[in-house]
């Protein structure tokens, strides 16, 4: 399974929709509550194995499959 | 879902140790604290024993308990001193935070402060229209150069009349902010709070910031991300405290409970032998071990870095919570009038019980999110 496939996998368990999933911002349908925002970290970390440090705490990293991607690349090139 | 420890490990010499020190030292002053307040000696005791920074990684200065030995710590130091516990709770979810997302920085300037205990830190979320709904603060932070300027008002901090810094929520150009505020910053006024009827221990205080610059390097997180990550964690971290805390409050009343049933002869035999009573009891046995469970479970869950660890400290939490308020009322009526003494354990258990359906999280706010929780997990 891809780091895509596993996320978009994880997120199905909030909201299946399609257009949730690939929207730009997860956030803002208000379909998630505000501990999703830190269960997301939480899961990142534990399934990729990457620590979500202060300056990684942005919006733009995990409000959307994109996004947390981005972040899961940068931090491995870092 | 996250295995459950029946049974957890054998508690290390070192926890062994402490719960020993709860039982004997803390059990000496816990009606003090209780009437008149936070006792300094016995905060700087439970410092220097290493008690307030126990979970923190050895690594970072701290004793690296796992979190199932920190509940543990917890639920023996509540059953003393809820008052006392209370610390933990707040002053844990500011070193938490600090540990996790400051900066190096603020961690130069408070992280080995705090694991040792030689500052205290208060958690500063609470305003006089902002309770539950923390979205709700007014309280401003506007940026002038390298600081902020922090205007507004906070309420029922507790330990806000001991504590050397306080994490302050402030709205800021991009967002939520999370602040630390030194006490001895100009602007800032702390009024000691009359202690209500739970906690009476723990110090709380109303805060007044105004004008208060602050360098903006003592944000803890990005900007914007002050609530959604940083209040969700220290509120995930004191909600764990809390949940242990009702165990330990409930586990000491029941214990007082089921001692003078055993003993109390009425009609002839132990009122334990009364089928009424006995029923109570085993209401108060079933809620308080059925809720420990659960607390291991959540224990289990942050141990192993189970994203399911939220979902399970809600649930864990909020069941505890309850309990505690039912068992420490059974407490009270197995006692009877002894129950309603002013320096009874019964009593003092029995109000402070009353707090933890309320702080970290009222039960109705944990009633909607573990429902919406539900809805994914049994619904799906």
Not at chain 2, 49 to 73: I, K, N, Q, S, Y
Request: hydrophobic share 45%; charged share 20%.
């Amino acid at each position: 399974m891809s780091e895509r496939e596993r996320i978009e996998s994880y997120l199905r368990r909030f909201n299946a929709d399609e257009a949730w999933l690939a929207s730009a911002n997860i956030f803002a349908s208000g379909v998630v509550d505000s501990m999703v925002a830190l269960e997301l970290v939480i899961f990142l970390e534990s399934a990729f194995g990457i620590t979500v440090e202060e300056d990684d705490l942005q919006i733009e990293n995990f409000c959307s499959v994109d996004g947390m991607l981005g972040l899961l690349s940068r931090k491995r090139s870092a | 879902m996250s295995g459950v420890a029946v049974d957890p490990a054998p508690p290390s010499a070192y926890l062994e140790e402490l719960v020993q020190y709860c039982a004997s030292e803390v059990r000496a002053v816990a009606a003090e604290i209780d009437q008149s307040g936070p006792l300094l000696p016995v905060i700087e005791q439970l410092a220097a024993r290493g008690v307030l920074g126990a979970f923190v990684p050895r690594e970072d200065g701290g004793c690296g308990l796992t979190m199932t030995a920190w509940g543990l710590l917890n639920e023996a130091l509540a059953a003393e001193s809820a008052s006392l516990q209370c610390l933990l709770t707040v002053h844990g979810m500011v070193t938490r935070v600090v540990q996790q997302w400051g900066s190096e920085r603020v961690k130069e300037r408070y992280g080995r402060a705090l694991v040792r205990g030689e500052v205290l830190a208060a958690f500063a979320l609470t305003e006089p229209e902002a309770g539950s709904d923390i979205e709700a603060i007014t309280t401003t932070a506007e940026i002038a150069g390298d600081d902020y300027v922090v205007s507004g008002r906070k309420s029922w901090i507790s330990y806000g009349q001991c504590a050397g810094v306080f994490l302050v929520f402030a709205r800021e150009p991009h967002g939520a902010v999370a602040l630390l505020v030194p006490r001895d910053t100009p602007g800032l006024t702390v009024e000691p709070a009359t202690p209500g009827l739970s906690l009476r221990g723990s110090g709380p205080a109303m805060l007044r910031l105004d004008g208060c610059r602050v360098p903006r390097q003592l944000a803890i997180g990005r900007a914007g991300a002050g609530l959604s990550h940083v209040a969700s964690a220290a509120l995930l971290f004191g909600r764990f405290g809390v949940a242990w805390a009702a165990i330990g409050v409930a586990g000491r009343a029941l214990r007082t409970a089921a001692g003078h049933a055993a003993q109390r002869v009425q009609f002839g035999v132990p009122i334990a032998r009364h089928q009424l009573v006995a029923r109570l009891i085993t209401e108060a046995v079933v809620a308080l071990e059925g809720a420990r469970l659960l607390c291991l479970r959540a224990a289990a869950a942050h141990d192993e870095r189970d994203p399911r660890l939220i979902r399970d400290t809600l649930v864990a939490k909020y069941a505890a919570s309850e309990a505690a308020v039912r068992v420490t009322d059974i407490a009270v009526q197995i006692l009877g009038a002894r129950g309603l003494e002013d320096g009874s354990v019964a009593q003092r258990c029995f109000r402070d019980a009353r707090a933890l359906t309320i702080i970290e999280g009222t039960s109705q706010l944990l009633e909607v999110l573990i429902a919406g929780s539900a809805v994914r997990d049994y619904g799906a």
